[in-house]
């Protein structure tokens, strides 16, 4: 157990929905990475955030964006879903600044869009 | 960030070291090298990472060379449940860390 949750586990929706990805980070860790994992495909980096504040984005489409609340907790909000966006969608964290960078990742949420 | 090079594949026999290598010519002074492993679909797990000195933790060793161009994660005593993808990434501490495709290491009996 990586102390990072993440909900749903599952989720199946239609195509032209939004849906929102939560994520809480382990004790502690101020920040939090998004990823995306097609079928087969690598890990795909989206956004990082750092105490509330975005950090870095990565392959991120404008369909879809991201928080980082004062409880440190991210959502990740994907909107006019196509089918293509299914995939799993991993959330990491780490306690930031000043640390040797290892992610700590939670088992992900799976999309389905149909 | 640099760009890492591994092999798409890989075998190792049960009980055998398993050598997985990757080369990153390009990566600059302040650059750690940190490998992480994927079993089928679940999140990556954490393996090890160094920045000029060889490492060894519970899991694995990491060889890097003089030169830091490439670097070799060490499984000693391969088992079945290590059948996964590794993926080694070169980054900045704190920077967003980027996978590339890694390499399948497949554990046979």
């Known amino acids: 157990d990586s102390g990072v949750t993440q909900t749903p586990k599952h989720l199946i929706t239609a195509t032209g929905q939004r849906v929102t990805l939560r994520c809480s980070p382990r004790?502690?860790?101020?920040?939090v990475y998004w990823y995306q994992q097609s079928l087969d495909q690598g890990l795909q980096f989206l956004i990082q955030?750092?105490?509330?504040?975005?950090?870095a984005k990565g392959n991120i489409l404008e369909r879809f964006s991201a928080q980082q609340f004062p409880d440190l907790h991210s959502e990740l909000n994907l909107s006019s879903l196509e089918l293509g966006d299914s995939a799993l969608y991993f959330c990491?964290?780490?306690?930031?600044?000043?640390?040797?960078?290892?992610?700590?990742f939670g088992e992900g949420s799976r999309l389905t869009v149909l | 960030d640099a760009k890492t090079t591994q092999p798409p594949s890989m075998d190792c026999a049960e009980g055998r070291a398993a050598n997985l290598p990757c080369n990153h010519s390009t990566i600059s002074g302040n650059e750690y090298v940190y490998w992480y492993r994927q079993i089928h679909s679940q999140g990556p797990q954490y393996i090890i990472h160094g920045l000029k000195n060889n490492e060894t933790n519970e899991m694995a060793s990491l060889i890097i060379t003089e030169d830091r161009k490439s670097s070799t994660l060490i499984l000693p005593h391969a088992t079945l449940r290590d059948t996964a993808v590794y993926y080694c990434?070169?980054?900045?501490?704190?920077?967003?860390?980027?996978f590339g495709a890694g390499t399948r290491l497949t554990v046979k009996p």
């Open positions: 955030y750092y105490n509330g504040e975005e950090r």
């Open positions: 990491a964290s780490n306690l930031g600044a000043a640390n040797t960078g290892e992610l700590f």
């Open positions: 004790s502690g860790d101020l920040s």
């Open positions: 990434i070169v980054r900045v501490t704190n920077n967003d860390m980027r």
